[in-house]
């Protein structure tokens, strides 16, 4: 089987290696792709990406950050920056949060990479994760340069945001018997996988499942789920996930830490199917400023933008109230939250498409917006609406901003 021309062009001259499935003796003792073969990979794109920093411009006066209780907007805005295609706005979020936390903003690199990213940019993923991983090496790039060249990078270059959309369906999905399915083991858990008859949600669940849902938690997933990970990988192993597919999600679980790395086995399988991998654009409107950094930076996930939503939500009651009435009062926030994310900050100038990953975007978006109580029919008259009225969330987000400069 073979993978899309589009991923074989993203990697140049490293495809032919990468996306090759491995030989028995590149695995260790398990049946896993092994950690000297990973070690080999990480060479390869450090090598590769010290060519490709070299010519790149620094500005002469880069941003510089200093208040620590900053670097969760700032680092906010990059992510926006990059999911919006912002590749100067990246670097000045990326330059600025080196001084406040290098060490947080190469994480947060790596969330983005695998969350918003993906197989968008294969390259820039595997270039992150390679870099996190070797101190010595950045410190010989420069290593705010080099996170201003990564962020540059991821917002160049397409989107996709499969990997973490996912797990949502998963988590969203309140018919799936996860407590239940939780207790098999690891091999009835791999039947469920590899069932293509299933449900997207129902193999992506088993897939969680079995990498242990204690460590790789979600929000509905069973956290006594405390199994090993190995069954998982040597899944993958068998299913003939290519090396570059194999070392992301072995890195991503290990240096990141992070759960996202279940769902390279799906997109590995749809990749593998996929006769011409395409990319499709979209028109974002401006996105205004507040302050230094994108308005749409003081999201759900920082404090100031908590504060401000919650303003808007106080000052804009007649326009909200057709929507939020009909949820739950517990999930109203919730509603606010998810319905900006899709008008605003979750929005992708270019992303891939490729097979089953349209159906998984569409599925995902009416999930979202329906697991706080909205009814379907006014999903999409509730994203215009907040979409008309961002100019008075702004005015609220520059008000906390203000507020809190003068405290």
Known sequence: MAYPKMLHENLGDLAEYLLQTPQPDELDENGCFSRPSCKKIDQMILNDLSARIKGFYMPKVPARGTDPNNRWRTVSCMQKAIRFGDAEMAKFAA?????????YLLRRLGI???EDVGVGNLYGLLAVLAASGSKEW???????????FLAEM????????????????VDFDKSLPKEEWGKLTSPELAAIVEDQARPISGRACATWLMAGTKKFWGESMPKENDRPATPLFQLMVKRGMSRAMLYAAAKIASRLTEG???????IDEWLQKTKRMTTKAFDLPAMRKVGKLLGAAYDMHTREGRVAIGKFKKENQELLAPFLDLCPPETKDL????????AEGGMLNRRVVYENQELL????????LAYPGLPAKLHEPFLQMLRANLGKLNECREKVLWAKMKS
Do not use: P
């Not at 330059?95 to 060490?103: C, F, G, R």
């Open 95 to 103: 330059s600025a949060a080196y001084d406040m936390n290098k060490w």
């Open 112 to 114: 983005c990479a695998i």
């Open 138 to 148: 950045r410190e010989t790039v420069d290593e705010r340069r080099l996170g201003c």
């Open 154 to 169: 991821l917002a160049s270059g397409a989107k996709d945001r499969s990997a973490c959309e996912l797990l949502v369906i």
């Open 260 to 266: 996202m790395f279940v769902s390279l086995l799906l």
């Open 335 to 342: 509603q606010m939250w998810f319905g900006l994310f899709l």
């Open 361 to 368: 975007w569409k599925q995902v978006h009416e999930v979202e």
